[in-house]
């Protein structure tokens, strides 16, 4: 049996699943050797110094041994897409549990599958980027990654007991970022993007959850999470500002509003109403369409889109792109919004 979406993880099996769910991506990634290591970007460096000061161990740091409920209302009901309406209404209280723990589930089972692509992307950028300072900075996200993983991997496995595949939107999303060399392009697509979108979602579980080993574990990985972001615009604001061609530009531009189009329909939940038997279609509309919703996906652009105007790409092109999207009025937001 495979940890396949909705399976609850069975602690017996976890080494044959592990050695059937590996997946290799012919993702070429270029070496840039940096032979002056002498600081050159003052910024980025202290950054770097921060980063380690503030380096934690999600084994000892949390309090494992608290009792948590996979059916509770850790998250309030009404951020269920169909709270209130008649497919809710016609719900028993163990049925409601079980949407609860399964909403859960798939929404910590993304977080962690981001968080491994955050790991592997940022691996490349430390082979990749062409100067020191980020470098050093990016050796430090590796492992914050690789922390995060494993606080989401054990949440999932002793709290929630189920896990969830991948969502296809933010798979699809990176494969594109660790498949292309250009060291900028991951930046942008890990560092401002999906970097971005979680530290507003992380926020938002924080916020919100009335669960309190969810809620510290939560704090401290946005507390990396606010670095990496102020990384990939640190690195980049001066290079997109003076050193890219109206083509390359484009390019970017294209790739940003294609990667928030990818996030927005992420966050549909497509997965779960398949796998309790709910009228899928019908899920994905109140999703999409219901008021509440749409407000929840639009405050997950609010430092996406202020961070993309400081790298100068808020042109004409994206403007209208973010418009449409209903994001463009977070563009003056300040950064610690």
Not at 69 to 77: G, K, L, R, Y
Not at 137 to 158: I, K, S
Not at 248 to 274: G, H, N, P
Request: hydrophobic share 40%; with cysteine.
């Amino acid at each position: 049996m495979t940890a396949t979406a909705a399976t609850p993880i069975d602690p017996a099996s976890e080494e044959r699943v592990a050695q059937m769910v590996t997946e290799f991506l012919d993702a070429k990634c270029p070496v840039s050797y940096t032979w002056s290591y002498a600081s050159s970007r003052a910024d980025l460096r202290a950054l770097y110094e921060k980063a380690k000061g503030e380096q934690w161990d999600g084994r000892t740091y949390l309090p494992w041994a608290a009792e948590v409920d996979p059916t509770a209302e850790q998250m309030p009901d009404q951020t269920i897409a169909i709270y209130g309406t008649h497919l809710w209404n016609k719900l028993n209280a163990k049925e409601i549990g079980e949407l609860r723990q399964h909403l859960q589930s798939w929404t910590l089972s993304n977080f962690m599958h981001g968080e491994q692509g955050a790991l592997l992307a940022t691996a490349q950028i430390v082979t990749t980027v062409p100067f020191a300072d980020a470098k050093f900075y990016a050796a430090t996200q590796v492992m914050d990654e690789a922390r995060h993983v494993e606080v989401y991997e054990r949440y999932l496995r002793e709290k929630i007991q189920l896990t969830y595949d991948i969502n296809e939107h933010l798979r699809q999303l990176l494969d594109q970022i660790l498949s292309d060399p250009r060291w900028d392009m991951k930046y942008l697509g890990m560092q401002i993007l999906v970097e971005g979108l979680a530290l507003a979602a992380f926020k938002f579980m924080h916020s919100f959850t009335k669960e309190p080993l969810i809620k510290e574990l939560t704090h401290m990985v946005m507390r990396d999470e606010a670095r990496h972001v102020a990384f990939g615009v640190l690195s980049l604001r001066e290079h997109y500002m003076t050193e890219l061609s109206e083509k390359e530009r484009r390019e970017r531009e294209e790739f940003t509003y294609e990667a928030c189009r990818l996030m927005r329909d992420r966050f549909l939940a497509l997965e779960v109403w398949k796998n309790l038997g709910f009228p899928v279609a019908e899920c994905t509309e109140l999703a999409m369409h219901s008021p509440a919703m749409q407000e929840f996906r639009r405050l997950l652009f609010m430092r996406i889109v202020p961070n993309i105007k400081r790298l100068g790409l808020l042109t004409p092109f994206l403007r209208q792109g973010f418009q449409e999207l209903g994001i463009l009025q977070f563009e003056d937001m300040p950064p610690d919004a």
